[in-house]
């Protein structure tokens, strides 16, 4: 008796549950439109669409959870470079570009955190708010090419090279796609406000 009401229950309700796992948003949609605008779209929409449910379909929640993964990954590399400086072995170039890499992550991770913190306060003077935003990212991706430079040199070919250079260049991607994001938010919210304005004249 009791298998024979279950069977109705499903039978009444899955007709329901069809339509509104139709009709719910897909929000990984709009993530992955949004991170067609950057250079490394395919790793924009591996970082972001565990937060789809977060970001939904707004652009400031997007390039907020963007930066929140740029700065978790610079410090998980800023770990890496560490433990590396006290690695037995290391050549002296070594040593020397793993210890500049240690101030530019570190440098890094301050600029990102920095900016996570600046655009949750983008409400009034958005514009002033956004602008330090796009500088500090910007900075945090000229550090990151900065600890990239330290191991270009050819004579440093080895596997501590590779391991750096793959983890960096990684950071750096991640921290490109979310300037991106950033400017796309900032450009959208522009166009939003001075039509606004436009709508308010006499
Ligand atoms: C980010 O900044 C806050 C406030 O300055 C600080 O308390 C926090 O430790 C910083 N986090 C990181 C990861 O540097």
């Keep these: 008796m009791a298998k024979f009401n279950t069977f109705f229950l499903v039978l009444l309700t899955f007709p329901y ?6 009709s719910s948003p897909d929000f990984t949609d709009f993530i992955k439109a949004e991170c067609r605008a950057t250079r490394f779209p395919a790793l924009c929409v591996q970082c972001l669409s565990t937060y789809s449910s977060t970001i939904q379909q707004s652009q400031k929640r997007l390039a907020e959870a963007a930066l929140s993964v740029s700065l978790s990954r610079a410090q998980s590399v800023a770990i890496f470079v560490s433990k590396l400086a006290r690695m037995r072995g290391l050549r002296p170039t070594e040593y020397r570009a793993i210890k500049d890499c240690i101030d530019n992550m570190a440098n890094t991770v301050d600029q990102l955190n920095q900016s996570v913190q600046e655009l949750s306060r983008a409400g009034q003077d958005f514009d002033w708010h956004v602008g330090n935003v796009e500088s500090w990212v910007g900075a945090a991706l000229t550090f990151e090419h900065t600890c990239l430079d330290g191991f270009g040199n050819p004579m ?20 490109s796609n979310a300037l991106v994001l950033v400017h796309r938010f900032a450009a959208r919210h522009k166009v939003g406000a001075s039509s606004e304005e436009t709508a308010n004249l006499p």
Excluded: Y
């Design 17 to 22: 549950m069809l339509s509104t796992a139709k």
């Design 156 to 175: 440093m070919d080895g596997n501590v090279k590779v391991a750096v250079t793959r983890r960096v260049t990684d950071c750096e991607q991640v921290t």
